[in-house]
Structures are given as C-alpha cells and as structure tokens.
C-alpha cells in the first residue's frame, strides 16, 4: 500500500523558475524510502509541500488517498512528524521540555504531560543513547547531539509517517550508523520512514524503495539495486562514479582525486 503520494506536484517560489517540476513519487506504507539528490534539487522543497508547509502551484499531495488540504492540523501532526535539517528553539528549553512539546498533539489545552509520557520519552533518548543529555539545555547541544534530540521529538509524537531531512547531517559515524539502524528498526515495527540524503551509500545500507530527484525532477524510483545506478549517479553528480558490489553488498566507489592533484 502507499503511504503518500505526489502526483504532478509542480512548485515555484516567487519570482524563481519551477523548483519542483512535475513531481510524482510514491512512498510505500512500512517501509524506509529514501529521496536521493544532490544540494539543491529541490529534497527540501517536496518535503515541504508534502507536510503542507508550502502549496503547490499544479498537483495534488496525498495522505492514505486523502488530499493532505483535507487533514486538519492535529490529525496531521499524529499522523507525520518533520525533522528538519536544523532547528533553533526560541527559549532556552532542557532536552526534556523539548521533546515534552512532541506529546503537545495528545494533549488537552489544560493538560498536562503524564507520567507515561516522561516514561515514553526517556525510553526513546535511552534508545538513541542520549538519555544523560536529559537536562541539558538544547541550544548548547553539539551538532550531532541535537540532530538525535531532534529525532526523539519527532517520536514522541507517534506519527505514522516520519519524514527526515538529511537526519545523518553532522554526525559523527557511529551516531550515523545508531541513526539509520534506528530508521531501519521503525520501518521494521510498521512506520513508515521518507528520508532525504545526498550519500547514495546511505540509500543502498537501509533503503528498501528510493526515487532520485534533480534538477526538480525524479530521475528513477524504485529498488535501490535499479535507481542507484552508475547511469544515473554519474547524469546527476556529474563525476565518474562507480557501483561495485563488496560481500553481495552494493556500494558507490567514489573516483580516485589524488590523480587530480
């Protein structure tokens, strides 16, 4: 079944040319896609118009077959939650406080967070290996800690749909690699994960559909072994990539640069 769904989507900023140009793309129910793309070609954009942050000027987005300008704010924010690339809250927030606000959307106006919603919470940072960053003040988190702490919030919220842009950016590898297994171990219960990335490696290591977009417009979807290609990869990176194949393992050879030197 599909999750959600683009079809025709075609965007513009005002002023500018088509950031996104005829944009269909299906994301399947319970899986890990990945939409892979250089800087720049447009990831960010389609997520946006996806999670009706921006309309689209032609087209029509879709949330289990239902028009996402149908789905009223709460019902959307249990059904989707959005990690941006980066995010800088207005008050001095503790980690805690922060991800108390992902509950917001299970909440009465006058209510507040329950004893099973500090137990949920601190189960997700013990998950993510960040439970001892609880009382820290967000704002003075490092790059990668806040990008965790900004995925846990995002769980809190128990959506249905998780959608991550570019979630691995500024960590190191082993808070990588926690990030991606934790990706891969959502689709594995029933979520359905949509994740950005520009690293084709990242596709190939947990994705089990991904649409490759550029210039605005998808290139390929489908099985990483058929969009992660060494035709595609080389049409939109412009360099000479290779896919070779390591332990019945596909990876992406980058070129050798030191010849250039």
């Known amino acids: 079944m599909v999750k959600a769904r683009l ?5 513009r900023y005002n002023g500018y040319q088509d950031t996104l140009k005829e944009v269909s793309l299906e994301v399947p129910e319970g899986k890990v896609t990945v939409l ?23 087209g ?13 704010r709460n019902r959307l924010s249990k059904v989707m939650a959005w990690v941006p ?25 006058f209510d507040m967070p329950t004893e099973e919603d500090t137990r949920r919470i601190e189960g997700l940072l013990e998950g ?12 003075k988190l490092s790059g990668g800690e806040k990008r965790l702490a900004l995925l846990a919030r995002a769980l809190t919220q128990e959506p249905e749909l998780l959608i991550l842009d570019e979630p691995t950016a500024h960590l190191d590898l082993g ?3 926690m990030t991606l297994k934790a990706l891969r171990d959502m689709a594995e219960s029933g979520k359905t994960v949509l994740f950005s990335t520009h690293d084709p490696n990242e596709a190939l ?9 550029s210039g605005g ?33 596909l990876i992406v050879d980058l070129p050798d640069v030191s010849k250039n030197i």
């Not at 079809?7 to 965007?11: I, Q």
């Not at 439970?131 to 967000?138: A, G, P, V």
């Open 128 to 139: 993510l290996g960040i439970i001892h960053l609880k009382d820290r003040e967000i704002s």
């Open 85 to 109: 690339q980066d995010e800088e809250p207005s008050f001095p927030y503790s980690v805690m406080e922060y991800l108390y606000m992902g509950r917001t959307p299970y909440l009465g106006f």
């Open 175 to 177: 808070n990588k690699v």
């Open 36 to 58: 892979l793309g250089p800087n720049g070609s447009g990831k960010t954009t389609l997520f946006k118009v996806l999670l009706n942050l921006v309309t689209p000027q032609s």
């Open 60 to 72: 029509d987005v879709f949330i289990d077959e239902e028009t996402v300008q149908a789905i009223d």
């Open 7 to 11: 079809d025709h989507v075609s965007f």
């Open 217 to 249: 417009e998808i290139r390929g979807q489908g099985a990483p072994s058929m969009t992660i290609t060494e035709e595609i990869l080389k049409t939109i990176y412009g360099a000479d990539i290779k896919v070779v194949e390591v332990d019945g393992r």
């Open 205 to 213: 290591l947990v994705a089990d559909h991904v649409s490759v977009i």
